[in-house]
């Protein structure tokens, strides 16, 4: 039983109150309708009473039960327009009460709450509820990840992954419409695919993305535009089986523009070392890959090539 427990325990719990009132909301086509609202005058961005409702009923929950802990999520955020997120060490739930909004308006079942808990900037636990499907993805920092209890990657043995071109990629288009989010997402996905990859895939919630790499299912899943709360949990959990999450770039901490300077020259000649990159949250961009049969050697010689893919955009952190 890892130190984690008692917060995983708490999570399971909060977390399947609250697919109770996802279930019987996602159910419930007109109460959706007459309470559905558009954030920031984005007509692709949703958002629900639904959301609203779980988001205040978890933060209540674990408030009472950790109240020295700290809490980021998604609707509170926007409630503040979009106030820049403060990640300390201290203890902080980041919570996405429907994770995959835009399918759950549409009664698409790949939608869920995300409960991720990080400690000194990193997630050790998460827990992915899919109320709809009935499934809950769990992980505790060195304790493993599971789905519905068992052990994740569900796909044994684990399988290899010889070339990029072999791989089954999930991605999303987000919510962000301006003209140089769009052309830099679309070229990325015409230099993918046209590599050629097994094939593409978008399902509408990056912590459920995540699950299926986690499990085994999907290879590699990239985006730019998440925010910390639709890949806190499945963090934890994608790392747990095995997997890498990383950034689109090279970590480096915020105020060490300088540094990077020296590091150029000299990281033509380092060796790539892609799996052992600490990953930011609040960063705005994810690159993972599941657990590979032939080791982190290959994660790293996949991962680089698809970062040789990736056409940035600018995007401000969370
Ligand atoms: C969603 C993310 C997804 C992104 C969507 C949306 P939400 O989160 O999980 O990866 O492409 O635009 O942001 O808004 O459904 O919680």
């Not at 509408?204 to 890949?231: K, L, P, Q, T």
């Not at 090279?250 to 060490?256: A, D, L, M």
């Amino acid at each position: 039983m890892t130190e984690y427990k008692k917060y995983l325990d708490e999570a399971v719990k909060i977390a399947k109150t609250a697919g109770k009132t996802i279930k019987e909301a996602f159910e419930n086509r007109q109460f959706i309708s007459e309470h559905l609202e558009i954030k920031e005058n984005n007509s692709s961005d949703l958002v629900t009473a639904t959301d609203q409702y779980v988001e205040k009923m978890v933060k209540s929950h674990l408030n009472k039960v950790f109240p020295t802990h700290s809490f980021i999520g998604e609707e509170t955020t926007a409630a503040n327009n979009m106030a820049r997120c403060e990640l300390t060490d201290n203890p902080t739930w980041c919570i996405d009460p429907i994770d995959g909004t835009t399918n759950f308006v549409h009664g698409l079942p790949f939608t869920c709450i995300s409960i991720g808990l990080l400690i000194n900037k990193e997630p050790v636990m998460g827990v992915i509820f899919n109320p709809i499907l009935n499934d809950l993805y769990t992980a505790t920092k060195n304790g493993g990840a599971f789905l519905n209890g068992k052990p994740l990657p569900l796909i044994r043995p684990i399988q290899p992954l010889e070339t990029l071109e072999k791989s089954l990629i999930i991605t999303e288009y987000g919510a962000n419409r301006n003209e140089e989010s769009v052309k830099a997402k679309l070229d990325t996905i015409h230099q993918i695919i046209k590599y050629p990859v097994h094939g593409i895939r978008s399902f509408g919630s990056a912590a459920m993305n995540m699950c299926y790499v986690a499990r085994g299912s999907c290879d590699i899943y990239y985006e730019i535009g998440i925010h910390a709360w639709d890949v806190a949990a499945a963090t934890c959990i994608l790392k747990e089986a095995g997997g890498v999450v990383v950034g689109w770039k090279p970590y480096k901490e915020v105020s060490e523009p300088e540094k990077k300077k020296q590091k150029t020259e000299s990281s033509k000649t380092e060796k790539i070392d892609i799996v052992n990159e600490k990953f930011d949250v609040l960063n705005r961009h994810v690159l993972c890959i599941r657990q590979l049969a032939e080791g982190p050697e290959k994660q790293n010689e996949i991962l680089a090539e698809v970062r040789k893919r990736l056409i940035d955009c600018e995007i401000e952190r969370d």
